[in-house]
């Protein structure tokens, strides 16, 4: 059983534009995590939000955690071709967890 | 500092035959994780070694899989024999800390094709 669900599972849009990833559960997590994926290499962590309603921002990139801490999303403002890439998010369950579960991901393309 | 490191970059090998793949963990970090990622499907946790022991293989899809870290440093995971479905993008991955919102740093993967 998949416990995080990402949506959409592709994503195609024209440089400048905004960008949205969702990552939802029924399950609460005690923390969720934001990869990043290039082709040939392994996840990249980009952030770990861990408070319910916490919201994070990198650069042009601001990530949410869902008050009952159950879903998560990432978004993007005025995408470059650089935002390139494969979109993961994972999550503990408990906070002396050691398994990330992962969602499926998030394949974005930024056209020039 | 030297990542995690994985070897080979790919494999492709016949039904029925054994394959292993190595993982070198970050220098110092004592937890290491292999996980899994089948065409189509997310990825998934097999297993997470604390040193040299396994304290956590519940993930591990089959008795065809056996993985080891002797000494406590590099793991290999061994499949034998494969079978069509093993195929995928399998993940080491390590850390220094287990509590809280720590980051596991993950190797390039191996690519493994049964064919």
């Known amino acids: 059983t998949q416990l995080l669900e990402q949506s959409p599972q592709f994503l195609s849009i024209q440089e400048g534009e905004n960008l949205t990833v969702y990552c939802n559960s029924s399950?609460?997590?005690?923390?969720l995590q934001w990869y990043r994926q290039e082709p040939g290499e392994g996840p990249v962590l980009l952030v770990t939000?861990?408070?319910?309603?916490e919201v994070k921002k990198l650069k042009r990139l601001t990530f949410q955690f869902g008050d009952a801490r159950k879903d998560s999303s990432l978004h993007i403002t005025a995408a470059q071709p650089g935002d390139t890439g494969l979109y993961l998010c994972a999550g503990f369950l408990r906070s002396n967890d050691y398994k990330l579960s992962f969602g499926a991901g998030t394949t974005v393309t930024v056209r020039a | 500092e030297a990542g995690v490191t994985q070897f080979p970059s790919h494999s492709v090998i016949e039904k029925g035959q054994t394959v292993t793949l190595r993982c070198d963990p970050i220098?110092?970090?004592?937890?290491l994780y292999w996980y899994r990622r089948v065409m189509g499907k997310e990825i998934k946790f097999l297993l997470h070694?604390?040193?040299?022991?396994?304290?956590?293989e519940s993930g591990m899809p089959n008795n065809r899989f056996l993985a080891e870290r002797t000494g406590g440093t590099y793991s290999t995971l061994k499949v034998q024999p494969a079978e069509l479905e093993d195929s995928g993008v399998y993940f080491c991955?390590?850390?220094?800390?287990?509590?809280?919102?720590?980051?596991?740093?993950f190797g390039p993967g191996t690519r493994l094709t049964v064919t």
């Open positions: 991955a390590s850390s220094q800390v287990l509590q809280g919102a720590y980051e596991q740093y």
């Open positions: 399950s609460v997590f005690s923390s």
């Open positions: 939000v861990v408070t319910g309603g």
């Open positions: 220098s110092g970090h004592d937890n």
């Open positions: 070694f604390v040193k040299e022991s396994k304290q956590d």
